[in-house]
């Protein structure tokens, strides 16, 4: 019997920077001949969790701030599978803010997809740490590409906007490409406006700076990568484009994960491991 899954259609405010998103990730699945069944999605909460109603792949909501302990599991427990994590800035960078420092540092292979908005959309607009200056009285917003640069355990760090969502395509495309690799943890924040409590479009365009059209940046090259983002806030812009793209030891190589050893590919059906539970009993059950 065949089972077929029909994504619904997202239910984000006309214009939410969300749907660039969805098109970008979903263009990205395709051109990289993901099929379904070996894609999961693993969605915080918030407007942008909602995603993983949108794609055909199967999915599953974590709890708030939880989508990368979660998707570190499921990635360790089924190296055969894509895992995305997906969710907001206020899920990904302040109640699950620790989370990422470790995945930075860990560099599971999986990718990351972080709605960056700078509020709370879904609970009506609260600032989060990346709210800028003119909602949080001069606060300086938070840049997780400069905190992912700071661990020296990370892989790959980009950056996109909704508004040139071809280029967001493609650097979630090597964002996937890192991870079923097996290279490790693949870290995206899209730029991603919210019209209805944070309307930030008009201000991107002056703002974002697009590294990517450096020939002379070296995106292996940690030590530049840092001292360009750096220079670049300091003159209020944001860099956007693969900002770092490099090797290093991964959570799956240190733990040894491989297919035959894989728990959720395991044999566990009762008949098939008969004496195996048996001796299980006999040792271990008085
Ligand atoms: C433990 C817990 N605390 C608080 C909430 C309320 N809550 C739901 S979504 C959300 C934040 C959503 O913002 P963000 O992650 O930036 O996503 P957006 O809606 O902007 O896409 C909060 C605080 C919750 N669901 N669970
Ligand atoms: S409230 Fe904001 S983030 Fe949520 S769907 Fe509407 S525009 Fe998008």
Request: glycine share 12%.
């Amino acid at each position: 019997m065949t089972l077929t899954f029909k994504p619904k259609a997202p239910i984000w405010c006309a214009g939410c920077g969300h749907f660039g998103v969805h098109t970008a990730l979903t263009h990205a699945l395709k051109a990289a001949h993901v099929p379904a069944h070996e894609a999961l999605i693993i969605a915080g909460i918030g407007c942008s969790g909602s995603i993983q109603n949108n794609l055909n792949a199967y999915g599953y909501h974590a709890l708030h701030g939880r989508v990368l302990p979660t998707a570190t599991g499921a990635a360790l427990a089924n190296p055969n599978l894509l895992v995305i994590g997906a969710g907001g800035d206020g899920d990904g960078y302040a109640i699950g803010g620790g989370h990422l420092l470790h995945s930075f540092k860990r560099n599971p292979s999986l990718v990351y997809i972080v709605m960056n908005n700078g509020v709370y959309g879904l609970t009506k607009g609260q600032n989060s740490p990346t709210a800028g200056a003119a909602l949080t009285n001069g606060e300086a917003p938070l840049d997780a590409v400069q905190l992912g640069l700071s661990v020296s355990g990370s892989t790959f760090i980009a950056r996109g906007f909704v508004g040139w969502w071809d280029q967001l395509a493609t650097l979630i495309g090597e964002g996937i490409q890192h991870a079923r690799a097996h290279c490790g943890f693949a870290f995206i924040e899209a730029i991603s406006p919210c019209v209805t409590y944070n309307d930030t479009y008009p201000e991107w365009d002056g703002k974002l700076a697009d590294i990517s059209r450096d020939e002379a940046y070296d995106p292996t090259d940690r030590v530049q990568a840092m001292s360009r983002v750096m220079r670049l806030s300091e003159q209020g812009k944001l860099a956007v484009g693969k900002i770092l793209h490099t090797t290093g030891s991964t959570l799956d190589q240190r733990h040894n994960v491989s297919a035959q050893r894989a728990p959720a590919l395991q044999d566990v059906l009762p008949a098939n491991n008969v004496s195996t539970y048996e001796a299980i009993a006999r040792d271990h059950l008085v």
